[in-house]
């Protein structure tokens, strides 16, 4: 399989795991969002925003209690329907970042909440500028854990690229998100970073990477004999062992904002 069949393939695995996505992802701090539209001038509340590869919803729960026009636009029929059972009153389109369902000029802000990495960009940014106001903004997010943390920098080790991406990989990324992909209808990439710790239960973290792009694809064998070893090693540390601990994670954050 090349690269490419294997990055499909990922990509489209989450709809089978759509309810435990939905209940174990992490979420996303409000200053983010913030952050993400405060070149617009305007409080959230004020605006009409997309929710780009919106998953199950976990952004756009977020931009709906801080009270934006939030439509939600998602590829996946499972990732949708999951959404649209927790979000009745959003409107949830299905579509892809490439052919987006809404009109020209339609929103102050675009905003892609652990999506932007499985766009087509050579097709996702024009539309993405297209569907925008003059002077929108588009801001993407990611959240990851923060290996500068002993622990967490263990886990990384032993899950073996399996958890979810550590603060040193996704900065790394970021650089990916720049000029080339955005120059031309966009102002220069900015880039913030916010703390995002999360309540986890050894078992509720396994739960979580278990919706890892990686895990779904592996066969079931090679996926069990993986967990297994990390929940060995979360029982091996004190801060881990037992109940409820914290997981110190980090929200990446780009903004970009339309020229014109």
């Given at each position: 399989?090349?690269?490419?069949?294997?990055?499909?393939?990922?990509?489209?695995s989450?709809?089978?795991?759509?309810?435990?996505?939905?209940?174990?992802?992490?979420d996303?701090?409000?200053?983010?969002?913030?952050?993400?539209?405060?070149?617009?001038?305007?409080d959230?509340?004020?605006?009409?925003?997309?929710d780009?590869g919106?998953?199950?919803g976990?952004?756009?729960?977020?931009?709906?209690?801080?009270?934006?026009?939030v439509?939600?636009?998602?590829?996946d029929?499972?990732?949708?329907?999951?959404?649209?059972?927790?979000?009745?009153?959003?409107?949830?389109?299905?579509?892809?970042?490439?052919e987006?369902?809404?009109?020209?000029?339609?929103?102050?802000?675009?905003?892609?909440?652990?999506?932007?990495h499985?766009?087509?960009?050579?097709r996702?940014?024009?539309?993405?500028?297209?569907?925008?106001?003059?002077?929108?903004?588009v801001?993407?997010?990611?959240?990851?854990d923060d290996?500068r943390?002993?622990?967490?920098?263990g886990?990384?080790?032993?899950a073996?690229?399996?958890?979810?991406?550590?603060?040193?990989?996704?900065?790394?990324e970021?650089?990916h998100?720049?000029?080339?992909?955005?120059?031309?209808?966009?102002l220069?990439?900015?880039?913030?970073?916010?703390?995002?710790a999360q309540?986890?239960?050894?078992?509720?973290?396994?739960?979580?990477?278990?919706?890892?792009?990686?895990?779904?694809?592996?066969?079931?064998?090679?996926?069990?004999?993986?967990?297994?070893?990390?929940?060995?090693?979360l029982?091996?540390?004190?801060?881990?062992?037992?109940?409820?601990?914290?997981?110190?994670?980090?929200?990446?954050?780009?903004?970009?904002?339309?020229r014109?």
């Amino acid at each position: 399989m090349t690269d490419t069949d294997e990055w499909a393939r990922r990509g489209s695995s989450f709809g089978a795991v759509a309810g435990a996505y939905a209940e174990h992802r992490p979420d996303y701090p409000a200053e983010a969002v913030r952050w993400c539209v405060a070149p617009l001038g305007r409080d959230v509340a004020a605006l009409r925003v997309l929710d780009l590869g919106a998953g199950t919803g976990k952004l756009t729960a977020l931009l709906a209690r801080l009270g934006a026009d939030v439509t939600a636009v998602e590829p996946d029929e499972s990732m949708l329907t999951e959404l649209r059972s927790r979000l009745p009153s959003v409107r949830a389109l299905h579509g892809p970042a490439e052919e987006i369902p809404l009109p020209d000029g339609s929103v102050d802000a675009v905003l892609c909440g652990q999506s932007m990495h499985w766009f087509d960009l050579a097709r996702a940014v024009p539309e993405i500028a297209r569907v925008l106001t003059g002077g929108g903004v588009v801001g993407a997010m990611w959240n990851s854990d923060d290996d500068r943390v002993t622990w967490v920098a263990g886990l990384r080790d032993v899950a073996e690229s399996a958890a979810a991406p550590t603060l040193s990989s996704r900065r790394g990324e970021a650089a990916h998100f720049g000029p080339e992909q955005f120059g031309e209808l966009f102002l220069p990439v900015e880039r913030a970073e916010f703390k995002n710790a999360q309540l986890r239960t050894a078992e509720s973290l396994i739960a979580t990477m278990a919706t890892h792009s990686q895990v779904l694809v592996m066969p079931a064998a090679e996926r069990d004999r993986l967990l297994g070893q990390i929940r060995g090693y979360l029982a091996s540390r004190p801060e881990t062992a037992e109940g409820e601990f914290e997981l110190p994670m980090v929200t990446t954050t780009l903004r970009m904002v339309k020229r014109g």
